[in-house]
């Protein structure tokens, strides 16, 4: 009898054979960049293939969480946390197409200096993708080895700051393949000017005074203006922000956020001339609105008015300039305009049962054809008013209104 494939043999020569060792060296990298990046090093224990596997890492992520020794001394773990990412980035070989650092929350050492040394780091190594979630307290400026990252296809920044003499307009500038930007947290003393036509996600978040966009193929586009605790209205904060130039520049976008006090920057004359710039693709609409008052309520009437696919509105609702007196807005706006024939679902957040945020409610359920639901968050509304408001005539037989 034949012994030699028996199968003792092959469970034994299974069994000797190092699978995992033997795995191409793009599969190793993928298991590593998905480890907590600590991990990821003390693979170098499992043999020799595997010493220096961690030092080749195409993506990498820096989290302050994954350091915490739990003896609550943050000072500690925060000196521990940057002496592994610079040790890291020293023995690390070969390019780093990914590099994401998230310390929101923690209070870290100097991480302004460490990031002008990181980022050198990374513009010499082919980086095509940037994350910087960083606490508010370590803000920091754009290191002006950024702008030498020409591969760079997506950014995101937290809590950076713009200054003269650093300017976002020359990062964009000089990374022609930049397809998304994202600005969380953001304080700018100066001018922001960003001209592309690569650009297709634009996020803008927190003090800025000015901003010019030429963005013309954009098909996502946040915005939100953020004023200082004791600033009142938009005009303290001297922000220039053209926003009628801004959406009537806007051709491809998808979906538009316009939240914080950003509404307050329309200009009159672009409600009275109101350009007929059709939005074919845009299907998602997220306002921060007043819907009592009438400068914001012509605005997103210009909106909904000119998407013609428009499927899903989100409102963010809110009192401000209530010395504005109340007007019959959207009563006055004829219920077969088909403002909202396409409209599937809507949010209404912080809903109080105003005049006019009834109004707009009544509006839309007696012209949205195939609405399916609209969500509402109350704040504290009588119980009369939540029957009244389940009540409604509705058009679409499927409208469901559930209230949050």
Same mark, same amino acid.
Request: glycine share 4%; net charge positive; hydrophobic share 40%.
């Given at each position: 009898m034949d ?30 960049c998905?480890l ?35 003896n ?26 990914k ?19 990181w980022?050198?780091?990374l ?25 030498s990252?020409d ?10 700051i ?6 976002l ?9 930049l ?11 100066n001018?922001i ?17 000015h901003?010019n ?6 098909? =996502? ?5 953020? %004023? #200082?605790?004791?600033?009142? &209205? !938009?005009l303290?904060? *001297? ?21 914080g ?12 001339r ?10 998602d609409?997220s ?7 009438p400068?914001?309520?012509n605005?997103a ?19 401000r300039n ?6 019959h ?23 109080t049962? =105003?005049?006019?945020?009834?109004g707009? %409610? #009544?509006?839309?359920?007696? &012209? !949205?054809?195939?609405? *399916? ?10 119980r009369?008013?939540?029957?009244n ?16």
């Amino acid at each position: 009898m034949d012994h030699e494939f028996s199968p003792a043999k092959t469970c034994k020569s299974v069994a000797d054979e190092d699978i995992i060792t033997n795995l191409p060296e793009a599969l190793k990298d993928k298991i590593l960049c998905c480890l907590p990046i600590k991990y990821a090093v003390r693979t170098c224990l499992l043999s020799r293939s595997w010493r220096y596997t961690w030092a080749s890492m195409t993506e990498l992520m820096f989290r302050r969480s994954d350091f915490a020794s739990g003896n609550g001394n943050e000072k500690d773990d925060a000196c521990r946390f940057l002496k592994f990412t610079d040790m890291f980035l020293s023995l690390h070989n070969g390019p780093i197409l990914k590099f994401g650092l998230n310390t929101q929350g923690i209070e870290m050492l100097s991480t302004g200096g460490h990031i002008y040394r990181w980022m050198l780091k990374l513009s010499r190594n082919g980086i095509k993708e940037i994350h910087l979630r960083t606490s508010v307290l370590d803000r920091y400026k754009i290191p002006s080895c950024f702008f030498s990252c020409d591969r760079l296809e997506h950014v995101y920044l937290r809590a950076c700051i713009l200054t003269r003499g650093n300017s976002l307009e020359d990062l964009v500038a000089s990374c022609p393949n930049l397809e998304q930007l994202h600005l969380s947290k953001l304080i700018s003393m100066n001018h922001i000017n960003i001209h592309s036509t690569k650009l297709k996600m634009l996020t803008i978040e927190g003090h800025f005074q000015h901003l010019n966009l030429h963005t013309p193929y954009l098909t =996502s586009a946040v915005i939100k203006l953020n %004023l #200082k605790p004791d600033t009142n &209205d !938009a005009l303290t904060a *001297r922000c220039n922000f053209n926003l009628s130039q801004f959406i009537a520049s806007l051709s491809d976008v998808e979906n538009i956020r316009l939240h914080g006090r950003i509404l307050e920057c329309v200009e009159h004359e672009f409600l009275i001339r109101k350009p007929q710039k059709l939005f074919n693709r845009l299907t998602d609409i997220s306002l921060e609105i007043n819907l009592g008052n009438p400068k914001e309520a012509n605005l997103a009437l210009f909106l909904f008015s000119n998407a013609s696919d428009l499927r899903f509105i989100c409102l963010k609702l809110n009192s401000r300039n209530s010395v504005v007196p109340p007007v019959h807005f959207w009563e006055s706006i004829d219920s077969h305009v088909c403002l909202f024939q396409n409209v599937h679902a809507v949010g209404m957040i912080n809903f109080t049962g =105003s005049f006019a945020e009834l109004g707009f %409610l #009544k509006l839309l359920l007696e &012209d !949205a054809p195939v609405l *399916r639901k609209v969500k509402i968050r109350n704040k504290g509304l009588d119980r009369n008013v939540l029957k009244n408001l389940l009540k409604m005539r509705r058009t679409s037989k499927e409208a469901e209104i559930v209230i949050l």
